[in-house]
């Protein structure tokens, strides 16, 4: 009788997981490297390839370490996932009548304002995360991300 065929995991590159430690860092070396960004704040290979060099190397961040190495395609997918938090965030500082800072984020209090957040974060769901607290790389992002 012929056995079901089985498939294995087997040559599938782990996901990246990344500790807070470690966003911080990327964060930092392309922050440092803001100079070679092209449009839009991308990076070419050869900076995220550096940047995750950097990383897995970096003695700091032993302990905190998680997941397998990080390569240059991890670091580029994070690196997109950061630029879409940020582009959120900007979005929501653009608009008329809302509060933005970075120790608060959008300082949601109140029925009324709770309301209008629920309603907002149904569409912008990166930003639920911001309702009351702000986001330690912003500022940075600011800096390697130019605007217009």
């Known amino acids: 009788m012929a056995q079901p065929e089985v498939h294995s995991n ?3 590159v782990p996901h990246a997981q990344w500790s807070d430690n470690e966003i911080t860092a990327l964060v930092d070396y392309l922050y440092e490297h803001r100079s070679n960004a092209e449009g839009g704040g991308s990076f070419k290979t050869k900076v995220l390839a550096d940047a995750a060099d950097y990383i897995n190397n970096n003695e700091d961040l032993a302990t905190t370490r998680m997941g397998p190495p990080k390569t240059a395609k991890s670091v580029r997918n994070k690196w997109t996932s950061l630029k879409s938090i940020f582009n959120a965030i900007e979005k929501h500082r653009n608009q008329t009548g ?11 209090a109140g029925s009324a304002a709770e309301n209008v957040w629920g309603t907002y974060i149904q569409k912008n769901p990166l930003m639920r995360q911001f309702r009351n607290k702000g986001w330690d790389q912003f500022e940075k992002m600011q800096a390697i991300i130019p605007l217009g």
């Open 10 to 12: 087997q040559g599938k």
């Open 98 to 108: 809302v509060h933005w800072d970075n120790q608060n984020g959008a300082g949601i």
